[in-house]
């Protein structure tokens, strides 16, 4: 069973009950019933399976099971200017007048401020249709085990309050998901900071752990997802999805479950997915190399002082044959760790490490070599130096990666002193259909220094575009404004543009099939590009969010001889 779930507890809220990411075919409902297992059904075989620890063996011994995966944790991308994104003149109302109306723009997030004027119609109500929060016990919605759901009409009761919040206690603690929902869709109750989409209605999902903590895992952000688009269809209305979070948990080439599972989504209604590139481009936390035959690669690593615990994950190509070894700040080595032992588990003064020594999947031919190392005693590590010695036998193609965890998990006193700002796209950017978003400073130009890049080989995952993320001023939770940096400010920008295109496609009746790749594809054609710059590029992708352009060359389309949906 190792071989296909890493055997480790520390993502699960109870470490005798377990969450597992479930590809299947048949009826899991029923082999649930027999193992004692809650199964929660999402898309086309998709399911998220909570049960005793003791009891993963027997799921894994029904045909039906496909494939699991444990959950992964994702940390948030922690006067906006429209103008440079092209946005004003889509606006106008002597151009298209396009301001969201009828499209929904859902914010998986850290939650929203739902008292903040920005989310309010003039008459005082919610432009929020529903707020989930995963974190407060109590109804959750229809189909899903933990949370608790408000409607439109619950939080218009609440505003209507002197303390709302006594009536609806859904709070935004963190602020992220607030700026993120401004940017995309405030009103503009100040002229200033007016959204991309300010007559869009929200639909907004608080994740985290039950009843737990926020930033989150895997499987929350999947429950999130299929809440979302359902919705969504139940309303009869096209949806942009913003996922302004990422982790570098993975093999970064959109193979996972978790990333397969959002391009499946993705299909199931009139919806676009929009993801930021991630922060992580000058953490240092990734690590590009190659190895010979019967070489020796010793490769550095330092982390710092005050976190819990941490994990390498090297991929490789299968076909290269060599072992792992680490040597810990102590002196002390792991001893050499390959495929006659595949997981080895070392105990020293202050922490426990766990090497697995992993395999292909049915989603990767890439390979695994993975470290994890957990704190003991007082819960927090020693900063220190870490060593891994890499032994070649046999290489047929000697390349491999190695990521540390992401900046806002370990901070950027934990890193590779030589490491590569390429291919630093946090998941799940990486997944094929979404719109993965780079960021940029809007007032000189350039590419931001923490923008996560693509690849060398603009054939693996690479950004669409890039959107302004550098001291964008957005609503506060609490009240009130600030400035907010990262990527994760430039994908609402995308959302909020996605939201204008469907409503000018959809809700106007001008192209009823504007959405999923079609809005990428467009996107991708109006994208402002430098004289002299290649495109596209691991920094920029297609170039920078244009959306006049974007709307001239689909009134362009409609207009001309290929105009499909007017001659049907």
């Given at each position: ?177 607030t700026a993120v929902a401004g940017i995309a869709a405030g009103n503009g ?380």
């Amino acid at each position: 069973m190792a071989d296909d779930i890493w055997l480790n507890d520390t993502l699960q809220s109870d470490p005798n009950k377990w969450e597992l990411i479930v590809k299947y075919h048949g009826d899991l409902e029923a082999i649930g019933r027999v193992i004692g297992a809650e199964v929660e059904v999402l898309y086309d075989g998709y399911a998220i399976v909570t049960l005793e620890k003791t009891a993963i063996a027997k799921l894994l011994t029904y045909p039906e099971v496909e494939h699991v995966e444990p959950p992964k944790r994702l940390s948030i991308e922690a006067s906006f200017d429209l103008t440079s994104s092209c946005i004003p003149t889509v606006q106008d109302r002597n151009s298209l007048g396009l301001t969201g109306q009828g499209v929904l723009i859902a914010i998986i997030d850290s939650g929203i401020d739902y008292t903040h004027p920005e989310f309010r119609r003039p008459d005082g109500t919610s432009r929020v249709l529903y707020l989930w929060d995963q974190t407060i016990e109590g109804a959750p919605p229809a189909g899903f085990l933990g949370g608790t759901e408000y409607t439109n009409a619950q939080l218009n009761a609440a505003l209507a309050q002197e303390a709302p919040f006594s009536v609806v206690p859904a709070k935004d603690t963190n602020g992220h998901g607030t700026a993120v929902a401004g940017i995309a869709a405030g009103n503009g109750s100040r002229a200033e900071t007016i959204g991309v989409a300010p007559d869009a209605d929200l639909l907004i999902v608080k994740i985290g752990l039950r009843g737990f903590r926020s930033f989150a895992r895997t499987t929350e952000i999947m429950r999130a997802v299929k809440y979302v688009v359902d919705r969504a269809e139940q309303l009869g209305r096209p949806v942009a999805v913003n996922l302004s979070l990422g982790m570098n948990d993975g093999s970064h080439r959109g193979d996972s479950v978790f990333e397969t599972y959002l391009n499946d989504a993705s299909a199931r209604w009139k919806s676009v997915f929009v993801v930021p590139t991630g922060n992580e481009a000058a953490a240092g936390h990734h690590y590009q190399g190659t190895i010979a035959t019967n070489e020796k690669r010793e490769i550095d690593f330092f982390t710092s002082n005050g976190i819990s615990g941490f994990f390498v994950s090297l991929w490789k190509h299968f076909e290269d044959d060599f072992s792992i070894e680490v040597v810990f700040p102590n002196g002390k080595s792991s001893g050499i760790v390959g495929i006659e032992s595949q997981v080895k588990t070392v105990r020293e003064s202050g922490f426990v490490a766990t090497i697995f020594y992993g395999q292909p999947s049915r989603y990767t031919v890439q390979q695994e070599l993975r470290v994890e190392v957990q704190a003991t005693e007082d819960g927090i590590l020693d900063a220190g130096l870490w060593k891994l010695r890499l032994h070649a036998d046999r290489i047929v193609d000697g390349n491999f990666d190695m990521w540390l965890p992401t900046l806002e998990e370990v901070t950027a006193k934990t890193f590779f002193p030589v490491a590569s700002e390429l291919a630093t796209l946090t998941i799940p950017s990486t997944a094929a259909r979404v719109v993965c978003v780079a960021g940029y400073q809007n007032r000189v130009g350039n590419i931001a220094d923490f923008s996560g890049r693509g690849y060398a080989n603009t054939a693996l995952p690479c950004p669409d575009l890039a959107a302004p993320a550098v001291g964008i001023v957005s609503a506060a939770a609490g009240g009130g404004y600030a400035p907010f940096t990262g990527t994760s400010m430039a994908s609402p920008f995308v959302a909020g543009a996605a939201a204008l295109m469907m409503q000018w496609g959809i809700v106007q009746g001008k192209d009823p099939f504007l959405y999923g790749e079609r809005v990428k594809a467009f996107l991708r054609i109006g994208a402002a590009r430098k004289a002299g710059t290649t495109y596209p590029n691991p920094s920029y992708g297609y170039g920078t969010l244009c959306l006049a352009n974007t709307m001239k060359a689909l009134v362009d389309y409609q207009l001309g001889s290929y105009d499909l949906w007017s001659r049907l």
